[in-house]
């Protein structure tokens, strides 16, 4: 068994459904996604040049953790990230390459951190970079505080649950109570980054921490949602929904104690609001989320395409072109990912940051396309996918006859059931929805990815063309 | 036992998952929507002055199977759709009702079936109908035909499933086999009327036909979908989604015989394709349909408002804005139903027909309203409703926790779990997305409704209208 | 000449383009609109039936000042509202009856505005009405402040053209002075009636008035917007542009003195935010507006009809779709009007009032829609309209060459001209444009009508259904 | 006087509203975009360095011209493209480097053309290149045939301006009469490049041509359509509207004689199919466009931010979010066309070719990115933009007023009137929604750009992608 797997036998504090699951690879809701992160680990084996890099004393680490130093080293993340994207056809948001490419920023920017009298947060951070590589770990997140009454501050808050807060502190470290809502991939990660997104405000001390924790730690449970998969259905009858229910979490912590080499904030609201920025983890994290929006989207385009070819139907204009929406819209994604490297940032220090602004624009407009595709395979397939035959129909009695009776052209009947199945699963399945949701509110509420496009885009030259518009002088012109 | 329940216990062909089902009433992927017809039934008993009429000999009827005469007649048809609906909140769109309000109308037009050689199928109709209202049956039904190849047309496939056709006939009646997709509710239904859609060609003859049958009849196979109920899960985890699966069903008929009572239409093209319009089915179907409408949107806007309220968005304008999108789309159908039912056409028989031109309106703009109510449902709950743990949770050692840290507000903890489950299972869930399908394809593809509005619209007075634009002087202006 | 043409030759305090206009009727900006009102007056005479009722005196009067005792009274005033409509194909959106249908309703509601010290307001208001009824005047208003400063309330304002607000007032009455914008069709009424839309604050006391005045009173000054009219042109080339632009003024009052009699009310606050809604003048314009919508959208679905046909485009289904939601949406605007007067509320007096939440729902709605008829117009003309000759051309040299190079089918190519000419006129002409922006935003911030209406709507049944849906108990199923 | 304006001055087939234009120059409707020509000159002579490169003599030419060997090659002829766009906000879309662009591929790529027993094509092609070349002309061009009857193919027309077809051969050339549509800027170009966009169908030979000829040419006429330069008013009153109209005219042959070594293409169908896409005129003219797209898109987001500043909206979120839609889109284009270089192809002979894919995946998208600019600025300024007085009016005695009572903030009452009708030209002015319509339509149909973006795409990797979702079996997975 490999090295993850045994680390996956060891955790105990996953509920799921009430109960406290004993063996996490024989849980259905999980061992889909245990499987594409061994197959994560895998490729690192079988492709090292694509995957890994060499760190300072000459061995391999995943090329997730690399720091770029020039546009070619984010073009090689980029080629990772796809890969691995691709295990899942994008459907994990949440595989170790996401947050290692945090955990390299931060490295790179852990000045940002400081110190204070309880501890040196810089070398903190960087102590954990070398701790996550060197031990070649998968690191999980919880950012999100529970939407629980978003008309008052966390601090004003009556529920100790709205977000992770300290309880006390001593010299061996801190000690926190909480929860963060969507721990994506929780239950099978090794430790877990917790912070906040932007938005506290003064009074908010208490919550505005960051640290690290193993995930099985004690006062640290892992409570799951519903899972998507069907564990008594089969792979054909859901090709995808039962592969890759990327689990959400509700992470609860009581009295969890955090040794202070593992803390990289402490108590403070303004640099808990700057750290995603400050440290470009947003950048990093953003750049991997858009490569691997190109899986998804090429997976849901090819979905559309052999739809309409299996039911004749992209002989119709009107059918080619909402295809062509699509086709057109995978090209304005890549397009987002080649700017945000090109136009890249370098510093001083000689470290490479990807063009936020490239990438938080795609952000923005991403889900609506995504939408779209989910849109046009419902109208493509419309009814067809509510009258699939389940495997067992096949097997049956039945068999031969659903066979003659669903084949079309080429596709025999199994052939047309698994395509109108995987069809379902990524457009109307609980599982293809959620995968929605997470498209549209991953990186934040749109309206405010939008809204911060606009504050922080370079507006100076538009202003000037309009002035221009308003002021220039034709010389034929009298007036 | 009821005698509803009784005839669902003689039940055995049909087929979910590959086994037959032996007690319809134990498997939950019906129970729930079989307990709903039950109180469709008892609705009749308790309320028959809103529920019923009075036939000829004087007897109580489902007033759905009434014969309007009057304006008022349809306002009292509408009354009871909508109280039939609300057992389900709308999500069983073919209880009963539905196919009775069809019978109806074929009984006071069953002129138009004419008869033959074989048969008077005028007197079928008629005789039918009988039959139907004395037992109180439950009739439903299968016209669309499977989405084989679109671009030959029935009587040019090779697949013999592409449809219900005549394998021979004789003295007796006929002998069918072939089948029919999305056959909706079939497996809790007494008995089957099966016809086509429009758009049958030349040549296509021996699909051309239109007939009733018992369910269970040798040679017909009802073989189901997935299941959306998740039978190891509670009312509690998904409120709606383990009560109203509406189960679409695949009816295959092999050989199948049909006495000539039960033929309405034998291979003709010309009625086939008139059916559905002359009979004036589309028109009283399409009238109970936009009235179940009304639930189901009543329930969707009601379900964003709830989160709004709960999470204390709103307070927002803009979130106030999209919950007026939705309170006036709520509006907009209602208006419809009224200029139906005011605009009704009087025949020269006495026969009052709701209008159709205002019902494909709403039908074409329906679906688009339900999009948005699902879209904003899922932007107001977001993430939230991929952070709730389970029933089984709750009543665990975790439960006193979750209780806490889940509260907001008035809401406890189950409480604001239970109303995300709810707002998942209507917007996110596998049921909520087949939801949404069908609200968009069950009355035909979009496009054509919109295609057929345009086409039988009444335009003269608009095109006279552009003609004034066009050549009106005004008597001021001098060109 | 007519007594309204002979009015308008008195107005002197128009200003186009920074000159003083001497003679109203002799200006192309002005003289399709006077023509269209001088339609208007001539309506009553040919058609009294329909547009006059009796009043008191047993004199006829125009109906829109009729006060409502009955449903079919409404239905009356709506015949009058869409004949008179019909005159401008629903583009001059300010007419006489709009006003009226104010006048009437608040003549009715009266009471509302009370007494002070200074005047008795409520007696005010019913001699007004009997003033304009006596007279048959023309009544514009101006109620838009103009929109200096969104963050300030208007009494923060240091701009004193912000609103309209008291200079001083004594025995004889008040002195005003300040702007309002968009005063529609202000250069060819009679007089004004000034007020303010909901939105005052405690401190925007000097503000919080509303009063009449004749347009030609001292110190008031009319001046205009751009026109649409292109003078050079004829009516072939600008069929709608150049005969009914409703011209939107800037109205300006410096020291204007109003004598108490004419005012209604006098600095507010409550009155002012009150006074749209609880004289329901709110309900009763908007019931003229959604029926005048009716006109417009006639035309504009009959354009996007006729070119169509002209063009051979009518023959693909998916043209016939946009068409089809066009045709579609007219009926759904008709239904919101049947519903709004089928619901309208009789109150203790015995006076009706349209149904205000249906009313606002296709206000919502109504924009939308007619947008979409502008874009299908615009995509089925689409290049077409910006290769079209004009009338000089085709009275030139080039003039047969045209007619038959232009021709196509049945039209030829001066027919085939005028209508790709009306089409743009209606779509992408400065007048159709300014058409769209006064659907928009007439009835105020289309955000906010939202928002309203999920405010104000009755939304009890609804949670209700929410309640339900979480709480109710199945029989069948144990959980 | 420049040789430009001297060129024009000889102009004397233009016909403007039934009259021969005598002297272009003095044409409200012409001279500013006149004036932006001779300004496309000018920075030739300013900036060589960006505008200019040396040709095999070492002379200057325009950077157009010039076939590009190099992925740098490329960003240099942006940059040019860019520079000239800016001259006027991108508004004249088909300025010299237009045609420039086509014609250097068109000269790359010329043994596409062949020959035949008329004429060497090919060399035609090569000579026309230096004689343009070295007259530094300004080619506008005439492809869109006029639409006259959708249903049937051009050979079947009876109406002989349907198109531009061939009368006669002889020795000495071609005698071509018919017809073209939207030959935008013909009135102001030397010389007119003719071809037929893709389409025609066996049968249409006659129409099959390509070829040059002078605009002034005995039997051609330029018919040009309404103008939306209002010459009564001031820049002030519409600063781009008066100065950037970009005149679409109607090209008339009679009877024209072109010699043999202006013809491209003869008779040949096929050829005049795949002229456009080639030789790469396409892939060319593409690349232009978008990048004049840039400044269009910029000056419209720099008029919704600047108006959303002034009117102090800018601070709430929602209005925030439109302009980070607004922000977000530009940075789409950008990427686009960063792509469309990045991935240019290069071909055996050294030739490089932008991206087509990219570049028709960003025409799809680019007109609904700029028709919500527009929206949004309609949405932003809404009724303001229609309260606004004219230069005239400040100049009158009313002009202190106005500019006391229309300012607001640091912008004065001109200032504030000027920045709104400068929202308005864009957005609501003939001239805005002229725009519009040449962004929609000027690369023809948008549905059949998507159509065939799909069906152009690589493909074969989204289609592998959904087989291995299909059939890739997980081994943890059992079936």
Redesign the interface.
């Known amino acids: 068994m490999s090295s993850y797997f045994e680390r996956m036998k060891c955790m105990k504090n996953v509920?799921l459904?009430?109960?406290q699951v004993n063996d996490l690879?024989a849980e259905p809701a999980f061992?889909?996604a245990?499987?594409a992160m061994q197959t994560y680990y895998d490729l690192q084996k079988d492709e090292p040049e694509t995957h890994c890099f060499r760190d300072e004393q000459g061995n391999y680490a995943p090329i997730s953790l690399m720091v770029p130093k020039t546009i070619e080293d984010l073009r090689r993340k980029r080629k990772s990230y796809k890969a691995i994207a691709?295990i899942s056809?994008g459907m994990l948001g949440r595989t170790p390459d996401f947050i290692n490419a945090a955990l390299s920023t931060l490295y790179a920017h852990s000045h940002f951190l400081g110190m204070d009298q309880y501890a040196d947060y810089q070398n903190n951070a960087i102590e954990y970079y070398k701790f996550v590589k060197d031990k070649n770990l998968f690191i999980g997140h919880g950012a999100?505080n529970?939407?629980?009454?978003?008309?008052v501050s966390l601090g004003e808050q009556t529920?100790?649950?709205a977000g992770v807060h300290v309880v006390s502190h001593d010299l061996n470290g801190i000690t926190v109570s909480g929860?963060k809502?969507?721990v994506t991939l929780a239950p099978i990660a090794d430790e877990l980054l917790v912070f906040n997104m932007p938005g506290l405000r003064p009074g908010d001390e208490k919550y505005a921490i960051a640290f690290a924790l193993p995930v099985q730690t004690p006062g640290a449970?892992i409570?799951?949602?519903?899972t998507t998969v069907?564990p008594?259905?089969?792979?054909?009858?859901h090709?995808?929904a039962?592969?890759f229910d990327e689990m959400?979490a509700?992470l609860?912590l009581?009295n969890v104690h955090i040794p202070w080499n593992r803390v990289f904030i402490f108590q403070d609201v303004e640099k808990s609001n700057l750290f995603y920025d400050r440290t470009f983890i947003r950048h990093h994290t953003g750049h991997q989320g858009i490569v691997r929006g190109v899986?998804k989207a090429?997976?849901l385009?090819?979905?559309a395409?052999?739809l309409a070819k299996m039911?004749?139907?992209d002989?119709f204009?009107?059918v080619?072109?909402?295809?062509?929406?699509?086709?057109?819209?995978?090209?304005?994604l890549?397009?987002?990912i080649?700017?945000?490297e090109?136009t890249a940032h370098l510093n001083e220090k000689g470290i490479v940051t990807p063009n936020i602004?490239?990438i938080?624009?795609?952000r923005?407009?991403f889900p609506k396309m995504y939408e779209k595709m989910i849109k046009h395979i419902?109208?493509l397939a419309?009814?067809?996918?509510?009258?699939?035959?389940?495997?067992?129909?096949?097997?049956?009695e039945?068999g031969d006859?659903?066979m003659?009776?669903?084949?079309?052209?080429e596709f025999d009947g199994q052939e047309r059931t698994?395509?109108l199945n995987?069809a379902?699963d990524v457009?109307?399945?609980?599982f293809?929805?959620?995968q929605?949701?997470?498209e549209?509110?991953?990186a934040g509420?749109?309206?405010?990815?939008?809204?911060?496009?606009?504050?922080a885009?370079e507006?100076e030259?538009?202003?000037?063309?309009?002035d221009r518009?308003?002021n220039e002088?034709?010389?034929?012109?009298k007036?």
Chains 1, 2, 3, 4 share one sequence.
């Not at 080619?320 to 304005?332: F, M, Y």
């Not at 030259?461 to 309009?466: D, G, N």
């Not at 002088?473 to 012109?477: A, D, F, R, T």
Request: hydrophobic fraction near 40%; glycine fraction near 6%; charge should be neutral.
């Open positions: 509920y459904n009430g109960e690879l061992k889909g245990a499987q691709d056809f999100i529970p939407q629980i009454d978003r008309s529920n100790e649950f929860a809502m969507i449970k409570i799951c949602r519903k069907k008594t259905l089969s792979q054909f009858d090709p995808l039962n592969r959400d509700y609860v009581e899986s090429e997976l385009t090819g979905v395409i052999k039911l004749k139907l002989q204009v009107n080619q072109e909402k295809l062509g929406e699509l086709t057109s819209s995978v090209e304005l890549k397009a987002s080649i700017l945000s090109e602004h490239t938080q624009a795609i923005y407009h419902q109208s419309a009814g067809s996918m509510l009258a699939t035959p389940l495997l067992q129909d096949f097997l049956s039945n006859m659903l003659a009776a669903l084949s079309t052209g698994k395509l995987l379902w457009s109307g399945d609980s293809g929805q959620r929605l949701v997470y549209y509110y991953h509420d749109p309206m405010r990815i939008a809204a911060n496009h606009y504050l885009y507006k030259e538009m202003l000037k063309m309009v518009a308003l002088k034709s010389e034929l012109l007036v």
